[in-house]
């Protein structure tokens, strides 16, 4: 069963900004941890309120950058998007489909299929080659071998990586590691990208690559990207700015 219909894509010429087409929609999501015997343990019922009636949309083929200082909600919200969290209150959709209605196993069948996922630190597995890195998502999906490692290649010559793609994460340098691991979040083709501080273990001429290389990953993409520094956030169509919590401008 396939629960988003890849048909649906790029269908927002026609409506309004906000309206269901989007690739990724917030409406009033709020989070608490700590409520399920998290962090906090149990027996306790303290709770810290990470997202406060946040609402935001990414219109595909856009990319938003999501602005704040730290412990403001950048990754609840990233992670909330890919469906490894479930916000308390409010919705999340992923091209018209509400994660937060979806059982556990549906969800993590929509992020594999359609969300792409970059980290700060990269998040390669030291022991399996950049091929196999980036073919990984591909072996989830079911993928028969001689097409996953006929896709990563692809993906590694695109990102610049073509003569790397049997290096292990250890022999490359971090800016080829990021590169690596956007290769592997494009694997399944997903229509939304969410990146968490992508450049923030590279120095400011590595970024700048990354930077170049997030910013062509498609025309019907939307990417959401997580970070407080400046040469990132100007990549971005539009900025939203977190506090506490809470958007406190969306400079759109
Ligand atoms: P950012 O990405 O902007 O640094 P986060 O979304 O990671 O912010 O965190 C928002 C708030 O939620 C912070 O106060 C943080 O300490 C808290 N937080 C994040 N993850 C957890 C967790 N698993 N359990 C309890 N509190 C958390």
Same mark, same amino acid.
């Not at 069948?109 to 359609?114: N, S, Y």
């Not at 539009?238 to 759109?252: C, K, P, Q, T």
């Given at each position: 069963?396939? *629960?988003?219909?890849?048909?649906?894509?790029? $269908?927002?010429?026609?409506? #309004?900004?906000?309206?269901?087409?989007? /690739? !990724?929609?917030?409406?009033?999501?709020? +989070?608490?941890?700590?409520? #399920?015997?998290?962090?906090?343990?149990?027996?306790?019922?303290?709770?810290?309120?990470?997202?406060?009636?946040?609402?935001?949309? !990414?219109?595909?083929?856009? *990319?938003?950058?999501?602005?704040?200082?730290?412990?403001?909600?950048?990754?609840? *919200?990233? +992670?909330?998007?890919?469906?490894?969290?479930?916000?308390?209150?409010?919705?999340?959709?992923?091209?018209?489909?509400?994660?937060?209605?979806?059982?556990?196993?549906?969800?993590?069948?929509?992020?594999?299929? &359609?969300?792409?996922?970059?980290?700060?630190?990269? &998040?390669?597995?030291?022991?399996?080659?950049?091929?196999?890195?980036?073919? @990984?998502?591909?072996?989830?999906?079911?993928?028969?071998?001689?097409?996953? $490692?006929?896709?990563?290649?692809?993906?590694?010559?695109?990102?610049?990586?073509?003569?790397?793609?049997? +290096? @292990?994460?250890?022999?490359?340098?971090?800016?080829? $590691?990021? $590169?690596?691991?956007?290769?592997?979040? =494009?694997?399944?083709?997903?229509? !939304? *990208?969410?990146?968490?501080?992508?450049?923030?273990?590279?120095?400011?001429?590595?970024?700048?690559?990354?930077?170049?290389? =997030?910013?062509?990953?498609?025309?019907?993409?939307? !990417?959401?990207?997580?970070? &407080?520094?400046?040469?990132?956030?100007?990549? /971005?169509? #539009?900025?939203?700015?977190?506090?506490?919590?809470?958007?406190?401008?969306? /400079?759109?």
């Amino acid at each position: 069963m396939k *629960i988003l219909d890849r048909s649906g894509r790029g $269908r927002s010429a026609s409506s #309004d900004e906000g309206e269901s087409t989007a /690739a !990724v929609r917030l409406d009033d999501v709020t +989070h608490e941890y700590g409520t #399920d015997s998290g962090r906090f343990g149990s027996g306790n019922d303290r709770t810290l309120t990470a997202l406060r009636d946040v609402s935001l949309a !990414v219109q595909p083929g856009t *990319i938003v950058g999501l602005k704040g200082p730290s412990g403001s909600g950048k990754s609840t *919200i990233l +992670h909330a998007v890919s469906g490894l969290l479930v916000p308390t209150s409010g919705t999340v959709e992923l091209l018209g489909t509400d994660l937060t209605a979806l059982s556990d196993r549906e969800r993590v069948r929509v992020r594999r299929e &359609h969300v792409g996922i970059v980290f700060q630190r990269f &998040h390669l597995l030291p022991s399996l080659t950049a091929r196999a890195n980036v073919a @990984l998502p591909l072996v989830q999906a079911g993928v028969p071998r001689s097409k996953r $490692r006929e896709r990563a290649v692809e993906l590694l010559e695109q990102v610049g990586l073509g003569d790397r793609t049997t +290096h @292990l994460p250890g022999e490359l340098s971090g800016g080829e $590691r990021q $590169r690596v691991a956007i290769a592997r979040s =494009l694997s399944t083709d997903p229509d !939304v *990208i969410v990146a968490d501080e992508p450049t923030g273990e590279l120095d400011t001429a590595t970024g700048t690559e990354v930077l170049e290389l =997030l910013t062509s990953l498609g025309d019907d993409r939307a !990417v959401l990207v997580a970070s &407080h520094d400046s040469a990132t956030l100007a990549i /971005a169509d #539009d900025v939203v700015r977190l506090r506490d919590g809470m958007v406190i401008e969306d /400079a759109g």
